[in-house]
């Protein structure tokens, strides 16, 4: 939550709850609803850490409220941070680690994981095709991440087979 919130204040200064708004709808209903709450201990410890600067600002007929902006030292994480390639290789796949150990513990059949692990899978693609249907069509972002997630399902699924394939030829 961190860089997405100084990404958003590198357009300018907010408050945390124009941020969770401004988050809600770039993203839409796809991705998780950012915690108000959340979205606030995260502005004071980027505070803290000097990413960012608030500032009350008094308002005549309600609380007064912080408006934060970025610093130079947020500019140069945010910068650091687009630079950066997402390299996170599925390894540690915690399905695979049960699916490996199963036959070692006996507590488990590798074919009943795998088709209760692809029920899911197919669960979730559904319910991800019905938010595709519901979503604001002009919202490509959060059509985008629609997508990237089916095609994510789609390759585990995938993968799903292949592991059925290997261990059926096994036995």
Known sequence: ???PLLALLAR???HGYELKQDLEQLLGSAYPQPNVGQIYVTLGRLEKTGLIEGEEVEQSSRPNKKIYHLTDSGREA???WYQETADEPRVRDEFFMKLALAPTTGLADQIALI???RRQYLNTMRNLSKLAAAEDRDNRISQLLI???MLHLQADLDWLERCQEEL????
């Open 78 to 80: 945010l910068h650091a």
């Open 147 to 149: 997508e990237g997630a």
């Open 1 to 3: 939550m961190r860089l």
């Open 168 to 171: 059926e030829e096994l036995e």
């Open 12 to 14: 300018g200064p907010a």
């Open 115 to 117: 088709n209760r692990q």
